[in-house]
C-alpha cells in the first residue's frame, strides 16, 4: 500500500480469501477512513452493484454501518472468520469428494473381480454395519421362514430383539433349535420359555468355539466370527454379514449339525 491508497496487493488477497471485487476495493476505501465512509458518497461514485457489495461486507463482519457511514471492524476477527468459512467450505467439499470416493469405490470393486475373476461379490456375502443391523437382518428371515430356524448363540441375550418372530415361526411348525455355547441364569430362562413354545435347545461344553450366527430354511444365513486375544479378556468379533452362498451356508450348517450331535439339553 502506497501513498495511503487502497493498495492492489492487498485488494487481491481480499478476493483471494472470498471478496468479490466490488467488496475488496470498498472494504480498502472503507478502512482508509478512520472516520467511515459516507454511503451517499459510495452510491453516488461507484457501480450499481454496489448495494450488494455493502450488504456482503456487513454479513461477512467486515464493516459495520454507523450514522449511515461504513465502519471497518477490527481486521483480526474479520479476517479469522474468513479463514474459519474458507476452513470449514474446504471440510464440505472434502466430505463430499470422500462420499463420492467410497461410492466409487463400491461400484468398481466387485466389478473389478467380476471382470477378473468371474466372482460377484454380492452372491458370497453382505457386510452388516453392526450387531444390532445383525439382529434387524435375523428377525426379517425369521419372518419369512417356512422350515427350520437353527441358532448358534453364546447366551441368547439377543433373544428379545428377535422373540416376536421367533415364537411366530414356532406357531407355523416351524422347527427352531437353538444351541447356546455359555449358560446363566438368564439363558436358563430364555431357554425354559422357548422350550414351552415348542424350540429345541441345548448346550454345548466346548469353550471358545468362535462362530455364532442364525441358519433360516438351509438357504439364508447371517454370521459374525468372535475372537479373544487372551483367556479371560473379554472377546471381540468381526464385522457380521449375510449370505445366501450355498458353499458358506454348508460351512455353518455342518458346524452346526455335528455340534448338536455332542450337546446336550439346556
Known amino acids: 500500500m502506497e501513498g495511503g491508497n487502497p493498495g492492489r496487493e492487498e485488494i487481491g488477497l481480499l478476493v483471494a480469501l472470498g471478496l468479490s471485487e466490488a467488496e475488496a476495493e470498498l472494504y480498502m476505501s472503507a478502512f482508509m477512513r478512520p472516520d467511515g465512509l459516507p454511503i451517499e458518497k459510495v ?60 461410492e466409487l469405490h463400491r461400484r468398481l470393486d466387485p466389478l473389478f473381480w467380476e471382470i ?10 453382505v457386510p452388516l454395519g453392526d450387531l444390532s443391523e445383525m439382529e434387524l437382518r435375523t428377525a426379517k428371515m425369521m419372518a419369512g421362514s417356512k422350515e427350520s430356524i437353527s441358532i448358534f448363540a453364546e447366551t441368547f441375550g439377543w433373544y428379545e430383539k428377535v422373540r416376536e418372530e421367533l415364537l411366530k415361526a414356532l406357531e407355523r411348525k416351524v422347527r427352531a433349535r437353538i444351541l447356546m455355547l455359555a449358560p446363566d441364569n438368564g439363558s436358563r430362562r430364555r431357554a425354559n420359555e422357548l422350550r414351552s413354545f415348542g424350540a429345541e435347545v441345548r448346550l454345548l461344553r466346548e469353550s471358545g468355539y468362535p462362530l455364532r450366527g442364525t441358519l433360516v430354511d438351509g438357504s439364508e444365513l447371517v454370521f459374525l466370527i468372535w475372537a479373544r486375544k487372551r483367556e479371560g479378556e473379554k472377546p471381540i468379533y468381526y464385522k457380521p454379514h449375510y449370505t445366501r452362498n450355498a458353499g458358506l451356508i454348508r460351512i455353518f450348517s455342518d458346524a452346526f449339525e455335528k455340534r448338536w450331535g455332542e450337546a446336550e439339553p439346556l
Request: proline fraction near 1%.
Open 43 to 102: 452510491l453516488d461514485s461507484h457501480s450499481e452493484d454496489i448495494q450488494d457489495a455493502i450488504r456482503g461486507l456487513v454479513d461477512k463482519g467486515a464493516v459495520r454501518v454507523v450514522s449511515n457511514r461504513l465502519q471497518v471492524e477490527d481486521p483480526s476477527r474479520f479476517i479469522s472468520r474468513l479463514v474459519e468459512g474458507k476452513r470449514s467450505e474446504c471440510e464440505a467439499i472434502f466430505a463430499d469428494y470422500s462420499n463420492k470416493a467410497r
Open 116 to 125: 477378473r475373476m468371474g466372482i460377484r461379490a454380492e452372491e458370497i456375502v
